[in-house]
């Protein structure tokens, strides 16, 4: 089958209903084990596979998807436009998760919870920097919308902060579940000859459910209002995944 391959991602779409964000939401108790402090952190030059290297549909994928593969119609994104949204869209979430952070701690720096919201922001500090040296090395266009991100990053965190840690807590458990899904459809799009590019993502995902245990482990689901909360943070990630890949 030497036609062109038809990745369709489907990182980006929003979620239709509020009601399906808050049962993933609700789904949160089926948290991982912390990411092993042992598994090796690609650095931001190991993601990286020449430039024009050819984006692989994984052979172990479903038929269904085997059988997308083999077709390409028109207006399909070819491979290279493909890896340039993951690229984009993954350095704008790093970049607006560690905004959320920063206003968090603005809020919170000096509360009982500084110390692991710096741990967090620390480890969303690495991810961004990776992503920001594969925009670099791989020639891919930033989003246009960092400076929104920036703002909206920074008033996310300083906003649920000000409503108390454990809402604080509900933002990062509602952030960390969109990211994890984000993340998780895109090990399944990338083949074996983006394989390191699949393995830090694959690390960075271990982190983000870090993330989210750390937020039900510190009361986040005690937080009034608790699922609606989660439920309008979530959908706006996914809108800002879906426009950031594209714009
Ligand atoms: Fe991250
Ligand atoms: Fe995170």
Redesign the pocket.
Known sequence: MDQPLDLNIPAGAPDPTADDAAAACHAAAGRRAPASATMPVPGPASGGVSPGTQLVVSPALPGSHDARARRTLPGDLTPRQALERMIRVDHAG?YG?KRIYQGQLAVLGNSDKAEILRH?QA??QV?LDTFAGLIATRRVRPTLLLPLWHVAGWALGAATAAMGERAAMAC?VA??EA?DEHYAAQHETLGEDEAALRDTIDV?RE??L???DIGLDNEAELTPGYKVLCAIIKTGCKVAIAVSERV
Request: aromatic share 6%; charged share 45%.
């Open positions: 790093e998760a967090m480890q969303e991810h990062t952030v960390e990211i960075f982190e983000e870090e993330h989210r």
